[in-house]
């Protein structure tokens, strides 16, 4: 299957300062990723997601960056929060025998010390 | 309105016994998902359907796992013959739309231990 590479694998920033995780990826005809937010005990939460037509996407303190020539996508928290600290996952939806299914990174653990 | 839904939450089974995972996608969702999920991992497609029809089960490791959704709501997943190998989070998810690449909302999970 397609490879998504995701770093790091641990982050541990102060509460207030800014948190950046990159994934990069193989597939050129990826068109979508999207990340998501896992807290323990519970399924993935979608909090942001790009398209391979877009560069840049912001939603308040959350941004999520495309860079199609070089393939990779990088997520932007900033001012974070305690209740930030959870396990964030990346993911591309790329070809595979015919139809597009997402490949996910391992995970980064984020931990926001108050 | 109601999220994905997946029952059991928790299943321990011995080896070689078979087990049927459930999951009830939101309501009117085209698309539903299968995933597995090792500890310390990310999930990792199984297949997935758009309504009743299964459009990829490349990711199923072997014959003995099963989908389906045979009324393009409802889905089953079952493992025959467990292994200890078949331990890890199984999750569903399910998207609005029928095709790939669209928003997808997870629920929460069965855990499977195999002893």
């Known amino acids: 299957g397609e490879n998504v590479e995701q770093h790091p694998s641990t982050l541990s920033v102060q509460e207030g300062d800014s948190a950046v995780i990159k994934c990069t990826y193989s597939d050129s005809a990826s068109n979508y990723f999207p990340w998501y937010k896992q807290e323990l005990g519970k399924g993935p939460q979608l909090i942001i997601d790009?398209?391979?037509?877009?560069g840049e996407k912001k939603d308040q303190r959350i941004a999520v960056t495309l860079n199609k020539t070089a393939k990779h996508f990088s997520l932007h928290i900033t001012e974070t929060q305690p209740e930030d600290s959870a396990v964030y996952f990346c993911?591309?939806?790329?070809?595979?025998?015919?139809?597009?299914?997402?490949?996910f990174g391992r995970g980064t653990s984020l931990i926001v010390h108050p | 309105g109601a999220g994905v839904s997946q029952s059991p939450r928790y299943k321990v089974a011995k080896r070689g016994q078979d087990v049927a995972l459930r999951c009830d996608p939101i309501s009117g969702h085209v698309s539903l998902f299968w995933y597995q999920q090792a500890l310390g991992q990310g999930p990792e497609f199984l297949t997935y359907?758009?309504?009743?029809?299964?459009?990829?089960k490349s990711g199923l490791p072997s014959d003995r796992f099963f989908a389906e959704r045979p009324e393009g709501s409802v889905s089953t997943l079952k493992i025959q013959r467990t292994q200890q190998e078949d331990s890890a989070v199984y999750l569903c998810?399910?998207?609005?739309?029928?095709?790939?690449?669209?928003?997808?909302?997870f629920g929460d999970g069965t855990r499977l231990s195999i002893l």
């Open positions: 359907f758009q309504n009743e029809a299964q459009l990829d």
């Open positions: 993911a591309q939806w790329g070809s595979s025998g015919g139809s597009y299914i997402p490949t």
């Open positions: 998810a399910s998207s609005l739309g029928g095709s790939s690449n669209q928003p997808q909302h």
């Open positions: 790009i398209r391979s037509n877009v």
